[in-house]
């Protein structure tokens, strides 16, 4: 054990002193042709996927707009529609059709007329 010990502190104060950091410039390497054809295609994706995502946004605003357009046309058709089913329903009332029968001099005789929808 004793040996052991005084290998440590022999080595131990056999280091050397911290010499002072001296900074080394190194000259920039220079880029392989395959260096750069690689980053060439890597910027090309790169620049190709910017481009898809901005032509997807404007399509999805686009068709988004035109869903908004449909649903109004489609709003206004019904309510069209629902305004020409009133105005029919109030034209073939019974009162509107007596009304019509007097304007005209018309009479309805009641022996004269069937129901049909039995």
């Known amino acids: 054990m004793a040996q052991n010990a005084y290998q440590y502190s022999t080595a131990a104060e056999a280091l050397p002193l911290a010499q002072p950091k001296t900074r080394i410039k190194y000259k920039a ?3 392989t042709r395959k260096e750069r054809l690689m980053v060439a295609f ?3 994706v790169i620049m190709i996927l910017m481009v898809g995502v901005v ?3 404007m399509q999805t605003n686009a068709a988004r707009s035109n869903a908004a357009n449909m649903q ?3 709003e206004t058709t019904r309510e069209t529609n ?3 089913r009133s105005d ?3 034209k073939t009332s019974k009162q509107n059709l007596d009304e019509v029968a007097k304007k005209y001099n018309m009479t309805l005789s009641d022996s004269n ?3 049909i929808n039995q």
């Open 29 to 31: 390497a220079r880029w």
């Open 42 to 44: 890597v910027s090309a």
């Open 55 to 57: 032509f997807s946004s």
């Open 72 to 74: 109004t046309e489609t």
């Open 82 to 84: 629902n305004a020409l």
């Open 88 to 90: 029919i329903q109030n």
């Open 113 to 115: 007329v069937r129901n």
